[in-house]
């Protein structure tokens, strides 16, 4: 929607964080993106719910904030602190008023690699044990290399989610594709997965049993301990080589 005079007027006067702010309370509708936490899927709920009950995780972090919704979820199911960062200085102003009463989240503006790459100067911070959801990617860009990169260069015992992710046996799950080399699947992360010996995780439902968008997502690991953790999670299943586990063997969604 192309915006009238009055309201280029007002960005000019306000600024971007400003219009954001009040776009939250003349939106209420826009408090529920995406379908709600986690593009409203209900295994993705229970899959990173069962993350945070069963790593030993002591702090979240998330990329992309968009509006705000999947951090709220975070901050109500776990009490651990969640640093989340937005690039959309609206966006910004929005989630600022979308999130005022998690305590326990602290919100960056800028950049997701800037920000990676702050936090990992943080000494206490990069020796924990931390869940990296990274969803930063859109409109045409595309830091998700660098941001694998930059975690399992820094961080001791990471485990990484991503969000818009191709689930290579299951077409149903949607994923992001922004032209040649650039789509969200296993060729484009493959060079971080032999530097790095990453495994990775897949949803242990087909997209039939998903509900909401049905985007697809990958979770990756290389601490052998956290790897191990991560086998014993229903949610999830290990990708074997070139060939998925056997697909009649996943749960079915209640």
Same mark, same amino acid.
């Given at each position: ?23 939250? *309370? ?17 295994? +993705? ?20 904030? &968009?509006?705000? /919704?999947? /951090? ?26 979308? #999130? ?14 800037? $920000? ?6 943080? !000494? ?19 830091? #998700? ?10 961080? +001791? ?7 818009? $992710? ?6 149903? &799950?949607?994923?992001?594709? *922004? ?21 990775? $995780? $897949? !949803? ?51």
């Amino acid at each position: 929607m192309i915006p009238t005079p009055l309201k280029r007027v007002a960005r000019r006067l306000l600024g971007d964080r400003v219009v954001g702010m009040m776009d939250f *309370y003349r939106h209420p509708e826009w408090r529920v993106s995406w379908g709600g936490a986690l593009n409203g899927q209900s295994h +993705r709920q229970r899959m990173v719910e069962a993350l945070i009950r069963d790593l030993p995780l002591q702090a979240i972090v998330e990329t992309g904030t &968009y509006r705000g /919704t999947t /951090t709220a979820y975070l901050a109500a199911v776990s009490a651990l602190p969640i640093y989340t960062v937005e690039v959309d200085r609206r966006k910004q102003g929005f989630s600022f008023a979308m #999130l005022r009463q998690c305590n326990n989240v602290r919100r960056y503006a800028g950049d997701s690699r800037q $920000f990676l790459r702050r936090l990992a100067a943080t !000494p206490d911070l990069a020796d924990k044990t931390v869940l990296f959801y990274l969803d930063a990617h859109g409109n045409g860009e595309l830091p #998700l290399a660098e941001e694998i990169d930059i975690i399992f260069s820094h961080w +001791r015992r990471p485990v990484v989610l991503i969000d818009d $992710f191709q689930v290579p046996d299951d077409d149903g &799950y949607g994923y992001d594709n *922004y032209g040649p080399g650039k789509a969200l699947n296993r060729d484009y992360i493959e060079p971080a997965v032999r530097a790095f010996s990453l495994r990775m $995780f $897949f !949803p242990s439902v087909t997209s039939k049993s998903e509900t909401g968008w049905k985007r697809g997502s990958v979770t990756l690991a290389a601490d052998p301990d956290l790897i191990r953790t991560l086998r014993t999670i229903r949610e999830i299943r290990e990708w074997e080589g070139s060939r998925a586990l056997d697909l009649g063997s996943l749960i079915v969604a209640s």
